[in-house]
């Protein structure tokens, strides 16, 4: 099982995973995948066993192009708690480093927990310093906003 770029043809394929992923994972359109697809393959990578998706995660650059926010990640229920989130995370922050992203910026529902203690254990593992932490309510959900430097 390895982590590659998300490649043209297959944003049904990822919609399909992400479908599956929930309750905190909340799958778009089509046409939002077949844009990540042909646009931000260098920051959206999947991992395959068996010729099926069973991880996927998206970034997608700021606006100054200093940070990479982490938009989507996701793994199959069947795979999880198997180290394959962390592998998913190091492949598209090996990618931001590369580009020359100094930041990884991401959000997660306050009610995540799992997702939380998932971030916080990552940036323990790898000595990330977090730069930033805030809640922010966005519509009727509140967010805590978390920024990392690389």
Known sequence: MDVRNINKGESSRVLRLVEQCGPYVAPHNLYVYWMLENYYTSTCKVMEHDSELIGFISGMPSVDNKSLFIWQICVHK???????????????????????????????????????SFFEKYARTNQLKTVEKRKEHIGSTIEVIIKYEL
Do not use: P, V
């Open 78 to 116: 069947e795979y999880r708690n198997q180290g394959i989130a962390f592998l998913l995370l190091d492949s598209i922050l090996q990618s931001a480093r590369e580009i020359g992203y100094r930041f990884m910026e991401l959000s997660i529902s306050e009610n995540n927990n799992a997702s939380q």
